[in-house]
């Protein structure tokens, strides 16, 4: 069965410093990799996504994630967070047609 | 183009009471989700349409939940009867068929439900 693990639940940063959400996931098979953002009283937006080719995919607004087969992992980065960036975090891989969840990180970026 | 439409958006029901919630996907999108999403937890499918079928709903609680989607556009969600622990947000999305579910899933805001 596939899973997907979020190793925090929640981030405090400063604003303009940077930040990691990690992800790691579990699956014998390939599969496909999501971030998605909710923010407060909204519904979840895709962020990015890695379906195949470079390893290394962006976002418009400054994120990125990296797929690391060996790791399983799919952390997401940005270099400088704005206040702008407070939201929940959600990983999430995609087998047969569903998307499966992890548990979420709130990212809180303070002045 | 107008997203995922849901509503109502908040709902507070006495326990025992039914309730039903509405979702209008993007136009177009054959593929229509619902979520459960429990306070502090991701997203959890509840039930897979590809037009008016439902092809995944091994997470549907069957003996309190069922849903519809007539004519394979809008769909509407059931509890009858609710319970305490339904409390939860209940997300619709809504996505273009692709193979292995590669396509992106858009969201609606949600319906938070309350059960007193």
């Known amino acids: 069965a596939q899973s997907v693990t979020q190793l925090d639940s929640q981030v405090p940063v400063f604003e303009e410093a940077p930040v990691e959400l990690r992800c790691n996931y579990s699956s014998s098979v390939s599969v496909y990799l999501f971030w998605y953002v909710q923010y407060p009283n909204q519904g979840l937006q895709l962020l990015l996504k890695y379906l195949s080719g470079s390893t290394l995919v962006e976002s418009i607004n400054g994120f990125e994630a990296e797929f690391n087969k060996s790791q399983t992992s799919f952390h997401l980065r940005k270099p400088s967070v704005h206040i702008s960036d407070t939201a929940e975090y959600f990983c999430?891989?995609?087998?047969?047609?569903?998307?499966?969840f992890g548990q979420g990180t709130e990212l809180s970026v303070k002045p | 183009e107008a997203g995922v439409v849901q509503s109502p958006r908040y709902k507070i029901i006495e326990k025992k009471q039914p309730v039903a919630f509405w979702c209008n996907p993007i136009?177009?999108?054959?593929?229509l989700y619902w979520y459960l999403q429990n306070l502090g937890q991701g997203p959890e499918l509840l039930i897979r349409y590809e037009n008016e079928e439902a092809v995944d709903d091994s997470q549907l609680p069957k003996d309190r939940f069922s849903a519809e989607r007539l004519k394979g556009v809008d769909s509407t969600l059931k509890i009858q009867p609710a319970e305490l622990g339904d409390s939860a947000v209940y997300l619709c999305?809504?996505?273009?068929?692709?193979?292995?579910?590669?396509?992106?899933?858009?969201f609606g805001q949600g319906t938070r439900l309350t059960v007193v």
């Open positions: 136009s177009g999108h054959n593929t």
């Open positions: 999305a809504s996505s273009l068929p692709g193979a292995a579910g590669d396509t992106e899933a858009f």
């Open positions: 999430a891989v995609s087998k047969g047609g569903k998307l499966i």
